[in-house]
Nanobody
Framework: QERLAESGGGLAQPGGSLRLSCAAS????????MAWYRQTPGKQRDMVAL???????DYADIVKGRFTISRDNVKNTVHLQMNSLNPEDTAVYYC?????????WGQGTQVTVSS
């Protein structure tokens, strides 16, 4: 069964770092466009970073220069390294996998940035 499992969320101080991981099972993540989205209460879910199956990488303007998305094809995992965190980065972060009409979401992991 297809599953995306996020981990690595938690509490960080402003200026700090966190590394999120998305472990895929039931799919070969390297064939999928893999992305991280985030959502705060009452707002839409927005794309934060994407790594396409062809290697193309894209970031939301608000995280450029601070976040880095990467793949580990051996472990079938995608990571999101988040640096220079600020309170506005507080959200539930979701992993997404998309290939043709197939699309899967993880359950989300909470990231809270607060002093």
């Amino acid at each position: 069964q297809e599953r995306l499992a996020e981990s690595g969320g938690g509490l960080a101080q402003p200026g700090g770092s966190l590394r999120l991981s998305c472990a895929a099972s039931g799919i070969l993540a390297n064939f999928y466009d893999m992305a991280w989205y985030r959502q705060t209460p009452g707002k839409q879910r927005d794309m934060v970073a994407l790594i396409a199956s062809n290697g193309r990488i894209d970031y939301a303007d608000i995280v450029k220069g601070r976040f880095t998305i990467s793949r580990d094809n051996v472990k079938n995992t995608v990571h999101l390294q988040m640096n220079s965190l600020n309170p506005e980065d507080t959200a539930v972060y979701y992993c997404n996998a998309k290939y043709s009409h197939y699309e899967y979401w993880g359950q989300g992991t909470q990231v809270t940035v607060s002093s």
